[in-house]
């Protein structure tokens, strides 16, 4: 003789139990937040994220990315002799900037904040090299990648002309390499 498990697997089913299996289920809920709608609301997320990031690709290729920057005295050449160096600000007043005439004749420009935590960078004619004395960064004066201390990036380029015997910033180059 078998007996019938009240719980158990056995058990005969009613109309009643059915009716609490489906009790918890709302349909329009279910219909609003199943795996179909999330992957539809993914692959929309990302494909108008993706569609946003064109303007500015089309602006890069075509050489809009940088804008040009006015031309800016910034001293002399007769006063700035071999081996010195002048601070200036480009392209704004909040951008510090280094001018260096090399001890070999070369003219050099560079942004004067460290790439490490923002430091000023500082030129010492002795050993010809940038200096960030926060944490003794040193840069290479004739490239200015880095080749001592905590800095990783090398300082953003400030392209400088020569005329008639004055110097001009008229770009910056951010380089990473």
Do not use: W
Request: charged fraction near 25%.
């Amino acid at each position: 003789m078998a007996t019938e498990c009240p719980k158990g697997r056995n058990r005969k089913q009613s109309d009643e139990d059915m009716v609490n299996l489906i009790d918890n289920v709302e349909q329009k809920d279910d219909l609003k937040y199943n795996r179909r709608a999330f992957l539809k609301t993914a692959v929309g997320a990302s494909m108008a994220l993706g569609l946003s990031t064109v303007p500015f690709s089309v602006r890069a290729m075509i050489g809009l990315a940088e804008p040009d920057h006015d031309r800016v005295e910034i001293i002399r050449l007769d006063q700035l002799p071999k081996g010195e160096s002048v601070t200036f600000h480009y392209p704004t007043e909040n951008d510090p900037a280094l001018l260096i005439h090399t001890v070999e004749g070369k003219l050099v420009a560079y942004n004067s904040a460290c790439t490490h935590l923002m430091c000023p960078v500082f030129y010492q004619k002795e050993k010809d090299v940038l200096l960030c004395p926060c944490h003794k960064g040193y840069f290479d004066v004739n490239d200015g990648h880095p080749v001592a201390g905590p800095p990783q990036r090398e300082l953003p380029l400030i392209e400088i002309e020569v005329d008639r015997g004055v110097v001009y910033a008229v770009g910056r180059q951010y380089r990473h390499g």
